[in-house]
């Protein structure tokens, strides 16, 4: 069985966008997957009531009303609010009673709680997290990292390769990830002494398929299964696509490839480098987001990444 | 009279692209502009025979068969290439016969040879590249810095908030410059230490419009005029453009606005802070963008930026 943990607390529509995406979700998961709704009781029950009983018995209710606002101070976040969604989320998954967790609430609480009950994996020195991008061809270029170290170190980016790559491989199925090096032209002397020092490690790293420095305008060209940066720059990226996108949609531009930058289709952000599946979502998701992010929780719980991670990095 | 000279002998489609854009250029070109060729004199002149009389009055011819490679070593260049038409072009631009200048050659060249013939503008620690980007509400914002600068300091993100301004004051008629930092967050605390440190440079910044940090996502929503960042962060944002520009071509995806992202129609980037008005082309410059490359040249020195930006620095 696989056991997915929903925060029905997280995100800025939360409850009812949290509640109607993971009755979405219920429909769609494996026959095997059982969905664990942490929230409000008598809410929650209220909706599973209503849904068809074969349904029904693929939810647990973990309940709670505390969670952790969106502007609060992560760390306090931990120590005040041991019953906050989020925090019961990540301790169910150390107690082994979850496969997986996905939030759409505070990234900065959701991580720190992972760090804590979770612990980072014995030897990643930072954990990051990763977005998967469409492109021409039909593959994906996961990026990392997206976001959470904005003062990188070139061993840090090497990690991000590896652990690029291992997502790469294990949860959409790519044999030999080609990797990249997110630069501002292709000859190993660009970029900023991060990046130029980098490249040397990547150049020398005997574990990693490196194909050398690519320009972001080479980025959706399909020419690398992994890229990595610092997280300042791949956050940028990651949020210029999605500014891109809502320049199409003011434009009323309508095209089925496109669709695949809407952030409801993600399915969340995977936090890689911790002791378990934990996947963070967008603030503003709607009930579809929430619901491609159970789906995409599922897929990385059922890879069992974490475990794979673990493996690598401990062999 | 304004005189603007370009670079027949620059980019990957010269001289053919760049001879054609700047016959078309001269057709658009004001009546008080003249366009000063520098290149292979008969192939110049032969092509100007074919325009009418009135028009091949416009144009002056600086002979060179010489230039700088694309991937040529930029100092070695200007040792070494003192007829190089970038450097013919710099060194035309410092004795005062022309008022603008614009290559589509190798950037780093175009570069030693602004900061050798012309000098950095005292009080600019480091020049930079700006890129003027389309917004919803049909203003432009001005990414400053795209390119130069891998590795900036926060002073250096403050100067460039100031030349970004002056450009955008200057050039583009914006009255009073709005100031944003780009960054990955809302909150002052945001960024890397780079971005930390430089919020709180720009927040007791006297004479900037500071209107905060801002996200990526918004980046072309119209709330800044001047959006500030490193060269690496700039040089991806605006890379990303472009690949997203292209997949969108590759989708057989037309529209007007759009079509403004086509670097055919950006006119090139200006360099900020030297003693003359410098632009940059883009390495595959097409006849179209050439063309555009000299009208914004034309526009630049007609504003004369770069006396505008030493009186702001000087006084």
Redesign the interface.
Known sequence: MTHIGIDILGGDWAPEAALSGSLSALNLLGENTILHFIGPQNLVQQHLDEQHPALAKKAVIHPTDDFVEMGENPVKALQKKPQASINIGCALMAKGVLNGFASAGNSGALMVAAMHFLKPINGVSRPCVVSAFPQ?NEHKNVLVDV?IN??AKPEMLVQFAKLGQLYSHHVLGVKSPRVAL?N?GAEPSK???L?QKTHELLTDAKDITFVGNL???????GVSDVTV?????G??????????Y???K??N?E?P??EKFNYEEYGGTPILGVNGNVILGHGISSSKAICNMILATEKVAKANLALHINKAFNK
Not at 235 to 244: R, S, T, W
């Open positions: 021409k976001g904005a003062d997110l501002t970029g900023s002494l990046y320009e972001a305008r080479d980025f959706y060209d940066c610092d997280g300042f720059t956050n940028v990226v990651l949020k210029q696509a999605e500014g891109f809502n320049l199409l003011h434009q531009i095209d490839f496109i």
